[in-house]
């Protein structure tokens, strides 16, 4: 309690909310992620030296979905999820045409998706410029936010590897 202790900081989590392990986190911040969705959570904090005691935040949670979350990017039919404590996906395609799709599904069908500021979950490679370019996909609800990078090379005239990687601004 007082500005003075020596505190150490301990995040953990909880399937139910009553039985919490430790989960590796020793700062007094932590950046919940779509990991932790559905989980509680809770900060152990333990005094020393002068001040030996130790005290719990209140439980938080259960950690609910941030709505704006684009969970998959689905490539001429090829659907990979995205999995925000991955850096990125990686589609290696051949034989596609100019009117291949790609979508992304958002976790609310509230989400204003837009590719490259135009309004929609979709686009096709003919929309796209040649050669290697990128896309910036936009999913917003409310106040939330999440954002994708699709970068796309075009290796031949129907192969192209398209990486999929997330960013937060």
């Known amino acids: 309690t007082p500005a003075t202790a020596t505190v150490f900081y301990q995040w953990e989590i909880s399937d139910d909310g ?3 392990e430790y989960i590796g986190n020793t700062g ?3 950046y919940v992620d779509d990991m932790y969705e559905g989980l509680y959570i809770r900060l152990k904090a333990t005094g020393y030296g002068k001040y030996k005691e130790t005290v719990y935040s209140e439980v938080f949670g259960p950690v609910e979905p941030d709505p704006s979350r684009i969970i998959s990017v689905t490539v001429n039919g090829k659907t990979e999820p995205v999995q925000y404590w991955r850096d990125s996906i990686t589609f290696e395609l051949t034989n596609l045409t100019e009117k291949a799709e790609i979508s992304v ?3 609310s069908d509230k989400a204003e998706v837009y590719f490259d ?3 929609t ?3 096709t490679l003919e929309d796209l410029p040649v050669g290697i370019t990128g896309v910036t996909v936009k999913s917003t609800v409310d106040d939330m936010t999440s954002y994708l990078r699709i970068n796309i090379d075009r290796k031949a005239p129907e192969h192209f590897d398209i990486y999929v990687s997330r960013y937060d601004e």
């Open 18 to 20: 009553v039985d919490f």
């Open 121 to 123: 979950k979709s686009c």
């Open 105 to 107: 599904e958002t976790y």
């Open 28 to 30: 007094k911040n932590f």
């Open 117 to 119: 500021e135009v309004k």
